[in-house]
């Protein structure tokens, strides 16, 4: 899939952020380079040990979206030089703690006039938009619920759109089951083109799911018993509660995602995966596996090649994953957070090489194994200088090492064989 380039001028896309005695930063400017692949989203990776404030980032981002800005307030110092200015493409601007208004929608609405964020949340059915702005963090969860039958939902599709954990299970279950029953009675009614439009969102989400997490993923509407919506992996149904927290994660912010971007009154009837929007994730990462970590970013880069994606992650199989991306390496140096370098994403390189360059982790091994490791290249020092009193101790930490695996072996067995020949001594174990 292209990016799509009809009406580009009209785009927004976020060029530049200052963040000014913020949180852990004194003064930080950043500047975000554009994909140069027309095939994939632009994507900026914030990467760095904790405290180094990579989560103030995407909120200090989201806050100029909104005026609700519980996350980012939290972290403006109580100094007068305080204030987040973000630069898009079209316009600059600046917030401080006292400021009231937001971004305003006109750059991402067609709107005549501009709407404040809360106004656009109950005025949206009055609008047609060209870019949305969402927010997801890790920490997500979803419940199985009763349904009624088929609900109209009344809610906005932007409330809580920047809230970062902010999932109505009962809503998305509720706009599964809408748009399962739709499709199934205008198939019934033989309006197949209308079926298809129905089924599209959800059959996008599902295969989403399942390039992610390895197994096939379908939502089933379910009317016996109850009229509920089950889930079906491999074709097992399950309730929702009983999922792994790392797949309760994925399917909820990745579902959320789909159900607002169906909801939401576009400006034209291009496909979800073609739209613009602004995407935050925060450690989206936290509770999965490191499979599905190495798979989250490829997918949704692939999916919405139209899409400006933030992302703070610990993980080095995210950092890894991705190609044609941008990794932001934070340091905390006395309490003050600075940008040390800014590297195109790591795929393609092995994870110690990520570990050791951007998260500054260049041990190979367990904390304890690491702590034997040093006494042993310790003792070595010792005895290539002629203290030969220390080989049984030497020989005896050299065969606890060996029986920790592998590499472990291999390691030692080299460091035994070259000073087997250089002592001219046997230093078999």
């Known amino acids: 899939m292209i990016k799509n380039n009809v009406n580009q001028g009209d785009d927004m896309r976020i060029e530049q952020l200052h963040l000014e005695n913020i949180g852990v930063f004194d003064r930080l400017d950043l500047q975000f380079q554009p994909c140069q692949q027309p095939d994939k989203a632009e994507i900026h990776i914030f990467a760095g040990e904790n405290g180094t404030g990579k989560s103030t980032l995407l909120y200090a981002l989201a806050g100029a979206f909104t005026s609700d800005r519980a996350l980012i307030l939290k972290r403006f110092r109580n100094v007068n030089q305080t204030w987040v200015e973000l630069k898009t493409d079209m316009k600059s601007y600046k917030y401080f703690e006292e400021t009231q208004s937001s971004l305003p929608s006109i750059f991402y609405t067609q709107s005549a006039q501009p709407l404040e964020y809360e106004n656009l949340i109950h005025n949206y059915q009055k609008n047609v938009f060209k870019l949305a702005v969402f927010a997801y963090a890790g920490n997500r969860s979803l419940k199985s619920h009763h349904l ?4 109209e939902i009344t809610e906005s599709p932007f409330e809580g759109s920047l809230s970062f954990n902010s999932t109505d299970s009962l ?3 509720q706009w599964v089951a809408n748009n399962k029953a739709k499709a199934a009675l205008a198939q019934v009614k033989n309006e197949l083109q209308k079926a298809a439009k129905y089924q599209t969102a959800i059959q996008l989400l599902e295969a989403a799911i399942t390039e992610i997490v390895g197994f096939q993923v379908k939502f089933e509407l379910e009317t016996e018993p109850e009229f509920k ?3 079906k992996m491999n074709g097992q149904a399950l309730e929702f509660e009983v999922l792994p927290d790392g797949l309760k994660s994925i399917i909820s912010w990745i579902s959320d995602l789909f159900m607002r971007m169906d909801r939401i009154p576009w400006i034209d009837d291009c496909s979800i995966l073609e739209r613009r929007f602004i995407l935050f994730l925060d450690e989206i990462d936290r509770n999965d596996h490191p499979v599905w970590q190495r798979k989250i970013l490829p997918v949704i880069q692939k999916l919405f090649p139209n899409a400006q994606i933030f992302v703070s992650s610990h993980s080095p199989f995210v950092v890894a994953s ?9 340091r905390l140096e006395n309490g003050v957070s600075r940008l040390e370098t800014v590297e195109e994403s790591k795929a393609g390189s092995s994870y110690s090489l990520v570990l050791d360059e951007i998260f500054t982790i260049d041990e190979l091994f367990d904390v304890e194994t690491e702590s ?3 006494r042993f290249y310790q003792l070595e020092d010792d005895i290539m200088q002629g203290n030969f009193e220390k080989i049984p101790l030497f020989l005896e930490i050299a065969r606890q090492l060996m029986e920790k695996g592998i590499e472990a072996r291999e390691i030692v067995g080299i460091e035994l064989r070259q000073m087997s020949r250089i002592l001219n001594k046997d230093l078999s174990v």
Do not use: P
């Open 171 to 173: 809503i998305l279950m």
């Open 322 to 330: 991705v190609s044609d991306a941008y990794v932001y390496q934070f």
């Open 229 to 231: 919506i089950e889930l």
């Open 148 to 151: 009624v039958g088929i609900k």
């Open 372 to 374: 034997e490791f040093d």
